[in-house]
């Protein structure tokens, strides 16, 4: 913010500094984003990076006069004197009493979608397919501020308990995780895959900073159209060395989800307010083991046949479970199946049937999966070969074991997940800024 001849000129004067500016001059730039026309007077929102500001026109305190060059969307440069009003219900507060405005730049055409209401009233096909307009909608871009204060909440606690934050690779030579659901790439003559998850490059890096985490898109071939898969995601991961437990991963991602929460209160208020984001509170997160939620499952819901893993069905039975018997909005579920759980899954030595690995569900839908990792060598090549792999095509990934890893765990989060929860939407693609899916690569 510059201050000439007493004149205040900022792109966007925060709303919260019009009170200490009262009775003086500002000059704000945004773009016009709704105009009521009423006979002799009229309002203007002006749209700025994270607000609207009300701006009052009148011939009575302008010189200006509306032309047809102020229109919905047209960039503009509004001096006026920032004036006390009241709200309807007689609250305090301020708006800009128009002097000028100066249009920077005009639009060519009106949206497609109308923008310019509380919110975007269309179907989410067409709302997507005009991403680049409806986010302009303050309803639609407040979720990926929003998304932005998960990201800067993970980052910041992470790097206060020492993680160093990292970039791996997208195009590698092997899939992650294994399975199907990867993309393969045509690359030079080569077959390559997008990256499923940073899983081995994040091990890689334990013997190096001890602590890393990365935020990045991942990919997944998912063949299905679910309302929770997406085929390109933002994975929130972490990898943790010298642990004693695998326990040590869920308490600091418990400790990552406070922080989250409560930076979501505090510095995100005004976009939880206008999503009428539930942000749960969180003290400690429950825990149960597979076996016994399974029992569970299985005596309280009738045609469960997939006795290794849980239907959607049974982790939404899992997430009012949780909410009923401890008032909490997240489970950790441990010890899931060896047979179920990737081939970098350290098993436990007291019953290698199951592994030292978790899930996390929040309000009933799984948001991460982690669990402590294989770091001896030997037993690493050992079950790559009980599982029908060839440790051979792992040799850049078993460096890490054959020259010393301490024992470590991490886990990977998905941002759309968490986000789509926090705001109680039935579809992840309203938490994905240009969702990819099976049928959706554009915009
Ligand atoms: P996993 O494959 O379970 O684990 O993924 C971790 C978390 O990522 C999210 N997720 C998805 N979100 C949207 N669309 C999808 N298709 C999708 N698939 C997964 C979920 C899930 O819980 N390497 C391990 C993590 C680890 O152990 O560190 C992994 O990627 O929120």
Known sequence: MQEIDGNIVCTSL?????????????????????????????????????????????????????????????????????????????????????????????????????????????????NLDNRPVTLRNPKERAVFKLQEGIQRGFREYLQGEGFTEIHTPKINFAGAEGGTNVFKLDYFGKTVFLAQSPQLYKQALVPVYERVFEIAPVFRAEHHDTCRHLN???????????????????????????????????????????????????????????????????????????????????????????????????????????KKRPFYTMDDPEDPEVTLSFDLLFRGIEITSGGQRIHDYNMQVEKMKRLG??????????????????????LGLGLERLTMHLLGFKNIRNAAMFPRDINRVTP
């Open 14 to 126: 925060p709303y919260s500094e019009f009170k200490r500016h009262e009775g003086e001059v500002a000059t704000v730039k945004g773009f016009i984003h709704n105009i009521r026309e009423m006979s002799d007077f009229a309002f203007i929102l002006l749209r700025t990076a994270r607000e609207l500001i009300q701006c009052v026109y009148s011939p009575e305190f302008s010189d200006f006069r509306l032309s047809d060059k102020v229109v919905e969307q047209a960039a503009a440069k509004v001096t006026g004197k920032i004036v006390k009003s009241e709200t309807r219900d007689g609250s305090e507060r301020f708006e800009l009493q128009i002097h000028n405005i100066e249009i920077i730049s005009s639009p060519a055409a009106i949206p497609p979608v109308v923008i310019s209401k509380k919110q975007v009233n269309c179907d989410l096909a067409v």
């Open 389 to 410: 792999m060839n440790p051979e095509e792992f040799e850049t990934y078993l460096m890490l074991h054959k020259y010393g890893a301490p024992p470590h765990g991490g």
């Open 232 to 338: 390109e995601y933002i994975s929130m991961d972490f990898e943790m060395g010298f642990i004693d437990s695998f326990t040590d991963i869920m308490n600091t991602e418990t400790g990552v989800l406070k922080y989250i929460m409560n930076l979501l209160k505090t510095e995100y208020a005004a976009e939880v307010e206008m999503l009428k984001a539930d942000i749960p509170e969180i003290t400690s997160i429950p825990c149960i083991r597979f076996k016994d939620a399974k029992e569970m499952c299985v005596k309280k819901l009738k045609n469960i046949t997939d006795m290794k893993d849980f239907e959607p069905e049974e982790e939404a039975f899992l997430g009012k479970w949780a909410k009923q018997q401890f008032n909490s909005d997240f489970l950790f579920v441990t010890h899931y199946l060896s």
